[in-house]
């Protein structure tokens, strides 16, 4: 990725990853847990949501080893305890995240007309426009990613929590227990197994291109300077 492609690529990752976590917090109040607003999580503003290694440091050292990018917001707490019912609000609030970027990759393919449309009618802003084209192509993939990405069984993405309901109950409590050594199990996969990972990842990236296909007569063609070649 170029340094102006990732420059572009940054704001829709912040948006695509604040969204995701607002989403389990709001999800959370509405299942009865309080514990995401009273701490002053139930937010938009990006400093109360940068994590230094997952929204920094992780996406910049992908970005650097041409590998795709990833990345995520400081994880928003929740107290399971406190919703009104256990097993139904976990899964809610744990799949509240992957269904908010499904709706933002739905915006952004919109977004991919709109601004194709008044690139054409208003020649004047077409470069203005090939650069939020641009922003919106990469939101499209992006969000596909995240939702796959999320959806990884591993403790504690969001998958587990759903996965770990099809489980005994002995075997359950083992399996979120690994949930500590979640982040190094994660770059154990990245690394040691990348294979797996893009297989995995794979039907993201041609949803993703399905998604973008059906708006490519709107795109301008000042927007792909700002793509990766």
């Excluded at 400093?47 to 928003?76: E, Q, S």
């Excluded at 976990?90 to 799949?95: F, K, T, W, Y």
């Excluded at 296909?213 to 070649?229: E, Y």
Aim: proline share 7%; hydrophobic share 55%.
């Amino acid at each position: 990725m170029q340094f102006q492609e990732f420059l572009l690529f940054v704001p829709v990752l912040l948006f695509s990853v604040i969204a995701h976590e607002y989403a389990h917090g709001y999800a959370a109040l509405k299942q009865g847990d309080d514990t995401a607003l009273s701490l002053g999580r139930l937010t938009w503003n990006p400093i109360k949501h940068i994590d230094p290694f997952m929204t920094v440091l992780l996406p910049l050292m992908l970005a650097i080893a041409h590998a795709p990018i990833l990345g995520g917001a400081k994880p928003v707490p929740v107290d399971p305890r406190k919703y009104r019912e256990l097993k139904k609000g976990d899964i809610i609030v744990s799949l509240a995240g992957v269904f908010t970027n499904l709706l933002v990759a739905i915006a952004c393919v919109i977004g991919i007309a709109v601004f194709g449309l008044l690139g054409r009618f208003v020649p004047a802003l077409d470069r203005t426009m090939g650069i939020l084209q641009a922003m919106m192509i990469f939101g499209v993939q992006l969000n596909l990613i995240l939702i796959a990405f999320n959806l990884i069984p591993i403790p504690p993405l969001d998958g587990s929590h759903v996965f770990k309901y099809l489980m005994p109950a002995s075997w359950a409590y083992r399996y979120v227990q690994i949930s500590r050594f979640g982040i190094i199990a994660l770059l154990a996969v990245m690394y040691l197994a990348p294979n797996a990972l893009n297989f995995w990842l794979d039907p993201a990236f041609k949803v993703s291109n399905v998604m973008v296909n059906v708006v490519d007569g709107t795109v301008l063609p000042s927007t792909a300077q700002w793509l990766p070649q």
